[in-house]
């Protein structure tokens, strides 16, 4: 599935994940976070992840504001067990 990104609507605040076992790596903006579900994420099944999937692609948009996008990046993020402090 293809995915036009528009915009990147940047975080006021990067958001943290750790994927494998790397060091952490900043996610920085909407698109960003759409990158990290598509290319990176360790599972593409969840209610968080599907909810991200479809915030961050409308943030980056311009639909939405990057904030809630964010919000839902982290509870994918918690909900992947991807997220670092």
């Known amino acids: 599935?293809?995915?036009d990104i528009?915009?990147?609507a940047p975080f006021r605040v990067p958001v943290l994940v750790r994927i494998g076992h790397g060091s952490s790596e900043r996610v920085e903006s909407a698109?960003?976070?759409?990158?990290?579900?598509?290319?990176?994420?360790p599972t593409d099944q969840g209610k968080h992840y599907l909810r991200a999937v479809a915030d961050c692609k409308q943030a980056a948009e311009g639909?939405?504001?990057a904030e809630v996008a964010k919000e839902s990046f982290i509870s994918a993020a918690i909900e992947a067990?991807?997220?670092?402090q």
């Open 81 to 84: 067990y991807v997220l670092a």
């Open 63 to 65: 639909v939405l504001p």
């Open 31 to 41: 698109s960003d976070a759409m990158h990290y579900l598509r290319h990176r994420w």
């Open 6 to 8: 528009i915009g990147s």
């Open 1 to 3: 599935m293809a995915i």
